[in-house]
């Protein structure tokens, strides 16, 4: 196949901003991270995606103004990572963004999950073919539409007896054997990042030092959980529509350092305790996501999984940091290609398929 460029762009949901990654594709296993970019989201913009979010009567992205400003943003952050190579916007193949996560409703009559970001707009705007939409083929075929990364993890990764856990806002796990499995366990950093905002006035708490300042408050953990999400058997996905500061309940008999604490703990538990569902005993395991520098939840991790190998999938070739933004350029070369890039074993779909939705500039 001839080769391809392609910007892969991911704003998950821990809110901090845009990933988007220049990614050059051989095949659909051989590929090349040739240069990232951030965009960061201002304290305002992140308000209002959090506020959308949390709200619970988005049904159309069109209801939003968020889906049209998001476009300008995720467009803008195309070109800036353009405009720090040798190519030109027209070198491009394609844009393959994932929008942001509003609500997740996979177990809704009908399923539906709801991204913003227009990518009508984004093609419009850079005069590149830009494909969106990756998780309605599959919620339409009967999955879940998540998680879409451990198809990509397994081209890239995958490996006898390895397992790779993403921290994103939510985590999840993919586990790269013969057959590959992958869900989401539960919140990652955002009760924690959302927890710090609102005590500490910070976006996130850097490399866990206010959390490794608490004491976990075992009461809550046990309460937290008990909550039905962490017993349900995969294929199962969620997102923060559901794990939020709301979900947390009232905590104010408690320090908030200890809740930061718990929190953490909360994250931990439920990965180490979905690896022992899954089987595992021992293997390698590599992380990725934002969570992959929070030093305090690696060093927990690690003492909950003390006969697995952890470390982070830089040593696999691609920064812990993109990751994801890689995966969606990933998911675009397939798409581009007609390769079939959902994966039933993980999401529950009754076939696979090639996943997004193209769009094309138009033209005057």
Known sequence: MK?????????GTSVDGIDAALVRFCSDTDLELLETHFHPFDSHLREQINRVALAGDLNRCEDSDLHESLATHY????????HKTEFEISDINAI????????????????????????????????????????QADLAAGGQGAPLMPAFHSAIFG????????IGGIANISQLDDTVIGFDTGPGNTLLDQWANKHQGTAYDAGGEWAASGTVIDALLLRLLSDPYFSTAFPKSTG???????????????????????LLALTVETIAGEMKQLGSLEGEVFICGGGARNTQLIKSLKAALPNHTISTTDELGIPADWVEAVGFAWLGYCRLNNIDSNLPSVTGAKQSLSLGEVFFPETT
């Open 96 to 135: 393959a963004n994932h929008g942001q996560t509003v609500r997740h409703e996979p177990n809704a009559t009908p399923a539906f999950s709801l991204q913003l970001g227009n990518a009508q707009t984004i093609a419009d705007a850079t005069g590149c073919i830009t494909i969106g939409n990756f998780r």
């Open 75 to 82: 467009a803008q952050a195309a070109q800036t990572l353009v």
């Open 240 to 262: 923060t529509d559901y794990f939020n500061l709301d979900w947390l309940g009232d905590v104010s008999a408690y320090s908030p350092k200890d809740v930061q604490a718990t």
């Open 3 to 11: 080769e391809k460029l392609i910007i892969g762009m991911m704003s």
């Open 159 to 166: 490996g006898k007896n390895r397992f790779l856990i993403n």
